[in-house]
């Protein structure tokens, strides 16, 4: 049994580009969901997916947008850069989406906009 | 708006000591609140959780004391060792599976 996986581990944009990260969650989770933190604080909630629909999203803007896939593997794509967008981007899968179901995380994607 | 408030930023305690951290939330609707352990270069990982309805729970040397009607709860480390450095994350969970992360305290154990 493999673990979240995601890539790549780290990247450099310039601001107005777009990026996407990538996600492999745990086998047999069908629910993947994306964090952003920033360095020193705590991970904020991006959104959530559920069985490849958006089950849920924090206060992030529209230009935050995901998709999840028949293997509930993952996307995030962020469009027009901004410099504050430069950030640790976790992404955790569990199985289900109930309040108890542990949530693992991957090791991260390093997003650094310039 | 931060809905989980987390206390010590940072703390430094000896080798064999315990390690208290604190947190306080607002939105009385969270029904799990779990902690999590950061090393550098990694995601965070499940250390240990409680329900609301628990006012204490152990595993090993950690221990979350729960306080629903003050709205604050805290992580106990008890024989703290070097090997627990890292940083450590309060959470708070409700409708869905999606984490309320509190700011985070960076423990030093020294030997």
């Known amino acids: 049994e493999t673990g979240v996986t995601q890539s790549p581990t780290h990247l450099i944009k310039t601001r107005g580009q777009q990026v996407t990260l990538r996600c492999s969650s745990q086998?047999?989770?069908?629910?993947v969901s994306w964090y952003q933190q920033a360095l020193g604080q705590g991970p904020q909630f991006i959104f959530q997916?559920?069985?490849?629909?958006?089950?849920g999203r924090g206060n992030f803007p529209p230009r935050f947008s995901g998709l999840q896939f028949p293997n509930y593997s993952s996307e995030l794509n962020v469009n027009a850069l901004e410099l504050d967008d430069s950030a640790l981007y976790l992404c955790?899968?569990?199985?289900?989406?109930?309040?108890?179901?542990?949530?693992?995380f991957g090791p991260g994607t390093r997003l650094t906009v310039l | 708006q931060q809905q989980v408030k987390q206390s010590p930023q940072s703390l430094i305690v000896q080798k064999g000591g315990i390690s208290i951290i604190n947190c306080a939330y607002e939105?009385?609707?969270?029904?799990?609140f779990p902690w999590y352990q950061q090393f550098p270069g990694k995601g965070p990982a499940l250390l240990i959780a409680?329900?609301?309805?628990?006012s204490e729970k152990k595993e090993g040397r950690f221990t979350i004391s729960f306080n629903k009607s003050a709205k604050q709860f805290s992580l106990h480390i008890m024989d703290s060792q070097p090997g627990d450095s890292a940083t450590y994350f309060c959470?708070?969970?409700?409708?869905?599976?999606?984490?309320?992360f509190g700011g985070g305290t960076r423990l030093m154990v020294k030997p």
């Open positions: 955790a899968s569990s199985l289900g989406t109930s309040d108890y179901n542990e949530q693992f």
């Open positions: 959470a708070a969970n409700n409708a869905g599976n999606m984490l309320t």
């Open positions: 086998s047999g989770h069908n629910t």
């Open positions: 939105n009385t609707a969270f029904d799990y």
């Open positions: 997916y559920y069985r490849e629909e958006e089950n």
């Open positions: 409680i329900r609301p309805d628990v």
